[in-house]
């Protein structure tokens, strides 16, 4: 098992930036990929990036690259999400999760393991 906690939502105006946090727990945070996702309401859980167990590949969704920086600190057993240039479509609940893998991955349903969430919400 894995446990999952996220930190750093909050309230930012458009242009702002926010960083999130998500601390792990439980079996060898190194061993897992990870990704990040968010889901605004009345819509689907969507990806947003994801890293390699060792912090080599990254991958991002095409609405936050360029914005969005996703990294982590295995001695540290956290994943990161840097957010810069925010938006109010970028307003959600963002979900850190754990993939048994090393290797990232896109699909919401290969990960195995999720947190509970942190609001973000973008003002205009």
């Known amino acids: 098992q894995v446990q999952l906690v996220e930190s750093g939502g909050g309230l930012v105006q458009a242009g702002g930036s926010l960083r999130l946090s998500c601390a792990a727990s439980?079996?060898?945070?190194?061993?897992?990929?990870m990704g990040w996702f968010r889901q605004a309401p009345g819509k689907e859980r969507e990806f947003v990036a994801a890293?390699?167990?060792?912090?080599?590949?990254?991958y991002y969704a095409d609405s936050v690259k360029g914005r969005f920086s996703i990294s982590r600190d295995n001695a540290k057993n956290t994943v990161y999400l840097q957010m810069n240039s925010l938006k109010p479509e970028d307003t959600a609940v963002y979900y850190c999760?754990?993939?048994?893998?090393?290797?990232?991955?896109?699909?919401?349903?290969?990960?195995?393991?999720w947190g509970q969430g942190t609001q973000v919400t973008v003002s205009s």
């Open positions: 999760a754990a993939d048994r893998r090393k290797w990232p991955t896109t699909q919401k349903y290969e990960y195995a393991y």
């Open positions: 439980g079996r060898t945070f190194s061993n897992y990929a």
């Open positions: 890293i390699s167990s060792s912090g080599g590949p990254t």
